[in-house]
């Protein structure tokens, strides 16, 4: 009881009834706090904001308000492109080399310092989640999604994963599924993150093929917990590697480019993440050109995005189920400074890396330099930036565009209640 002004203690009348309970009220200053936020200038903005306190943390980690801050804001801002060496292979002892190539910020601090900070090294998140007696001794980098990071760590039946934000040093650990539709443990799992940016749940989609059939589980964060996939049949052969997101779909590539031998067929299976239906299709080009998968609404929603030598191409489905073109670029006709890098440095190859919001993400290498030029497309203006990759060494296994989002810190179910409940 809070003494009054004058000094002593106010003693209660006696036979008064007690006072009721003030009436529940919205949390005002948190509304105004919030309205703040909004009016921020960016992403990277919000994000050290959101660093400064527990508070501030809770009133940014809200999904309305997250919601709401992308749809006044647009799609976040690219921080930059995660390259790194081809997977292990076989007997392998040592994990592929990364690096991360920072995107000009364009005038704005705010994203040189958040990636400047940021863990994309791994060094702060190997401190905290040490591992050993593994072939290969540490974690590697298996997928991205919403601004984090899928890592793994020990071998086939032995292993662990991990979602790891690199700017808020955040870790999610999570087990290798274990249910009766793995029936071979030998064989590997290939994964695909799934993150949902208006709040810090996330899903992982593992599939696995083994004598014609790929057998899937997703883990959801929501439940902690993994639940099993309807298999499909599929036909060999099948380099696959680990999946990729593509709006609402998650897609695995059959890589038949890695195998000589085998027909010049390449197919694709994709994963409708709304319905949880699986699609398998080949491809309607040559097995040896760079792609990817891209949920276009403007096309009919499922489409492939390929570089035919310096042509990029839209494919769409038609009417009858097949693939026609709906649009081309071509690289070196449109834009003079590519022409000139092919005929001065040799940069002859085009990668496609992702497609997200309208932009197309390519990498412009050459088989003859370790360096390369990272391409961001816009598809309707046709707006170009050009960003160098100046290394001695060569990556050229997965590598993916790295977007400045913000999300909740990963936390268990019971932390999100006990952090609602503080609030």
Known sequence: MEPPEGGGVRKKPKGAAAAPPPPAVASTGDDILGDIFLRLPDTATLARAALACKRWRRVA???????????????????????????????????????????????????????????????????????????????????????????????????????????????????????????????????ALLADEADASFRIVGAQFWNGRVRAAVFSSRTDDWAPLPFLRAPEPWRMLDGMRAGRFAYWQS?????????????????????????????????????????????????????????????????????????????????????KLRQDEWMKRVRILAVKDGYVYMEFWSIRKPHSYLLVLHLETLNLRVIANHTTEKYRGPAFPFFMTWAPPLLSPADQEELLLQG
């Open 255 to 339: 890589n038949t480019r890695l195998q000589c031998w085998c027909e010049d067929v390449e197919r694709s299976l994709v994963l409708d993440t709304t319905t949880m239906e699986w699609t398998l299709i080949q491809v309607p080009f040559p097995k040896k050109e760079s792609y990817c998968v891209a949920d276009m609404a403007e096309h009919g929603g499922l489409c492939l995005v390929a570089s035919k030598e310096q042509v990029v191409q839209i494919w769409a489905r038609d009417d009858n189920g097949g693939w026609v073109i709906k649009k081309q670029v071509s690289l070196l006709k449109q834009f003079g400074l590519l022409k």
């Open 61 to 191: 980690s809200d999904p309305a308000l997250l919601r709401r801050f992308h749809s006044l804001h647009g799609p976040p801002p690219l921080l930059g492109f995660i390259m790194s060496e081809p997977p292990p292979r076989a007997f392998a002892v040592r994990g592929p080399d990364r690096r991360f190539v920072l995107a000009p910020s364009r005038g704005n601090p705010h994203h040189r310092a958040a990636a400047a900070a940021a863990d994309f090294d791994l060094e702060d998140f190997v401190a905290m989640n040490p591992r050993s007696g593994s072939v290969i001794d540490e974690w590697l980098l298996r997928g991205y999604d919403g601004g984090r990071l899928l890592l793994s760590y020990g071998f086939i039946e032995y292993e662990q994963l991990a979602v790891y934000d690199p700017i808020a040093r955040t870790t999610y650990l999570v087990c290798r599924p274990d249910i009766m539709e793995f029936d071979f443990e030998f064989v590997k799992i290939h994964y």
